[in-house]
């Protein structure tokens, strides 16, 4: 997973009541309008692994499904531990190459699941969320974060590119914003993210930041749903990022043009060198 810079002095939400379900790594519980996806793997600081995505699309999926009955008007995307989520398992990419292309792949279609879902998607960031963490925030409509939190793209030092994070990142953080994080490869703090347009609100500690969430899921879940989802159609449709806009229609190409790059030559070679000297130390 894409985190060696991280610090190890994160706070923790590990006592956030988490609801039982057949999927330990990925946790849903719904009800009273809203629909809640935990990320617990906390030792792994939620880096998406192959169980992690499988256990995130079977999320995803029933949250859409909720949505679409009218079951469920938010969606919230939250996390255990001290990372919200810190990009893909590298663990497994650097012994078997195609696993970066596929993870591209997955993290792609998860990303157009949400933006598109009849529902507002809500980022509830209490820790770093980078490189497939960063998009997955990215393609939410309201992002919550705490002074904890960090963002961005560091993936080009793995001959990567974050061009599969921008049909969504450009809609939630305008061309300027998302010019600067995924052509930087800079980690961003929380206030830092909220001047580029993709943090809502910023607050002082996670207690807080539950508290700001979970009196928004109250306001929203009082509205008229028909209401919110005419209203999200719109944006997605204004602001291009719906399947017939202009940065949706380009959402596949940004997946094949990223996943191209997993099996060339300098991603293949510059995530060996840079495995090799995480795992060394120096």
Not at 218 to 237: D, E, I, M
Request: with cysteine; proline share 4%.
């Amino acid at each position: 997973m894409l985190d060696n810079t991280l610090p190890e002095s994160f706070s923790s939400v590990d006592t956030m009541p988490i609801p039982i379900n057949e999927h330990p790594l990925v946790q849903t519980q719904s009800g009273g309008g809203l629909f809640t996806i935990t990320f617990n793997n906390p030792e792994m600081r939620n880096a998406l692994s192959t169980l992690m995505f499988d256990h995130l699309e079977d999320a995803v999926a029933r949250a859409t499904d909720s949505t679409q009955r009218g079951e469920s008007i938010v969606v919230l995307l939250r996390s255990c531990g001290s990372a919200f989520c810190a990009g893909f398992d590298l663990a497994e990419c650097v012994h078997d190459h195609g696993k970066l292309e596929q993870f591209v792949r997955r993290l792609g279609a998860i990303n157009t699941s949400l933006r598109a879902m009849p529902a507002v998607v809500i980022a509830q960031v209490q820790g770093p969320a980078l490189a497939g963490g960063c998009a997955i925030v990215a393609a939410c409509d309201i992002v919550y974060a705490c002074d904890f939190a960090s963002f961005g793209y560091p993936v080009h030092r793995i001959g990567i590119s974050p061009a599969v994070s921008l049909p969504t990142l450009m809609a939630t953080a305008g061309f300027g914003g998302a010019r600067q994080l995924a052509l930087s490869g800079e980690i961003v703090n929380a206030q830092r993210a909220q001047a580029l347009g993709l943090v809502y609100s910023v607050t002082r500690d996670e207690s807080a930041l539950t508290a700001e969430v979970t009196q928004r899921i109250s306001g929203l879940v009082a509205k008229g749903p028909q209401a919110l989802r005419v209203t999200k159609k719109w944006l997605n449709h204004i602001d291009g990022s719906d399947p017939d806009g202009f940065l949706g229609r380009r959402a596949q190409e940004t997946i094949d043009a990223t996943a191209q790059l997993c099996s060339g030559i300098e991603a293949t070679t510059m995530l060996h060198d840079f495995w090799s000297k995480r795992k060394s130390g120096s």
